[in-house]
């Protein structure tokens, strides 16, 4: 038998889910923010099949991206990764339109949804000590009052037991989803700034919702490497 500040607390709860229903943010079905029949319909990515260095979806045997042309195109001559994987293959009616939903419209409970999906990701052979993201523009925390990779993070760090630093700073960039592959470089260029890391991360989880050219995760990596990381492994819940 509940006390009645337990009977109120579930009546409040009761009232906000009348007035404001949990509906799956893919089928709009009542309950959860992602209902089981979507998730299981997610185009989740075959770690057997991606590529180990850059977690390209079919890289294994002949990667997209580790080649030399690929490279070119994002302005390099290698990655900057000791490895890199995603959770899903981005797909503009499900994994795009979960982003969206969790990015734009603020559905902030889809972030422990999410983050679950990549931990499964992680290889233990990575050694990760420690967990740190993508920093979102100034402009898009203040748009949207929250900072997306650094939720993830957190939910990753929590569910690997490693720490969350932030450890990265951008000045101000201009939206990356609005640019082309080469304006993305030329926005990108040395545009984030690191602070090192302490003692003993070695291994480090560098987070974010979507690979798309790689040169974002890329420029990050980057500075990462210039204060001293050892081994920068890149974590996105898709992957273009
Ligand atoms: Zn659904
Ligand atoms: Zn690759």
């Known amino acids: 038998m509940g006390t009645w500040a337990d009977i109120a607390h579930v009546a409040s709860e009761v009232v906000a889910e009348t007035l404001w229903p949990t509906r799956c943010a893919l089928c709009d079905a009542p309950g959860t923010v992602l209902c089981e029949r979507c998730a299981s319909n997610l185009p989740v990515l075959d770690w057997w099949s991606a590529c180990p260095r850059c977690g390209s979806a079919y890289g294994r045997v002949q990667c997209d991206l580790c080649n030399p042309v690929s490279l070119m195109r994002i302005g390099r001559d290698s990655l900057p990764f000791a490895g890199c994987a995603s959770a899903t293959v981005f797909d503009e009616d499900t994994t ?3 982003v969206r939903v969790y990015k734009d419209q603020g559905e902030r409970r889809l972030a422990a949804v999410l983050a679950a999906r990549m931990a499964c990701m992680v290889a233990p052979s990575w050694g990760v000590d420690a967990v740190t993201f993508v920093p979102a523009t100034k402009a898009a925390v203040r748009y949207r009052g929250f900072d997306h990779g650094e939720l993830l993070a957190r939910e990753i760090s929590a569910l ?8 990265l700073d951008r000045p101000r960039t201009r939206d990356q989803r609005a640019l082309s592959g080469r304006e993305r470089i030329a926005n990108l260029g040395g545009s984030f700034s690191a602070s090192s890391a302490p003692a003993g991360a070695e291994g480090l989880l560098l987070v974010d919702d979507v ?12 500075a990462l490497i210039a204060v001293g990381a050892c081994a920068v492994y890149g974590l996105t819940f898709a992957r273009v």
């Open 96 to 98: 795009g339109k979960l």
């Open 211 to 222: 690979f798309t050219t790689g040169a974002t995760l890329c420029a990050a990596a980057d």
């Open 160 to 167: 690997l037991r490693v720490p969350c630093l932030p450890m």
